[in-house]
């Protein structure tokens, strides 16, 4: 429900940046215990983890508000954990730089989610009017 009622509330980009920064903030507890796959400092997984969260939500936002359904952000979040932990995670060798580049902790995924918001910020007309209120489309 938060997304749809921030949107009604604000653009959509500060809808995704808002939901985005709740939900990284959501998983700092599990990092910092250790609960996710990575060697680099805590600090270092912490800002990658949050760009890549914060990011994602542009592309969860968009599939929420679009569809109208929940269904959509919980099959990609699904999907996001199958195919970064399940199956990613353990096909790659530490080659030294490795923790600093991949997994969610790492820079590499990072990258890429910021360029895939960058992808649904611009899709963003096809919301639906009252989703792009006040945004330049």
Known sequence: MLV??????????????????????????????GRYHGDGPIWYGLICFTIMVIATSFAFNWMRLRSGSLWTGMWMHASHNLFIQGVFDRVTFDTGPTP?????????????????????WRMRSALPDTVVRGETV
Do not use: C, K, M, N
Not at 21 to 30: F, L, N, Q, S
Not at 101 to 119: D, H, S
């Open 100 to 120: 600093f580049l991949i997994g969610e902790l790492g820079a590499a995924l990072a990258v890429v989610t910021v360029i895939v918001a960058l992808v649904f």
């Open 4 to 33: 749809p009622q921030l949107a009604r509330l604000t653009t959509f980009t500060r809808t995704s940046l808002i939901s985005g920064g709740i939900w990284a903030v959501w998983h700092y507890p599990a990092i910092i215990a």
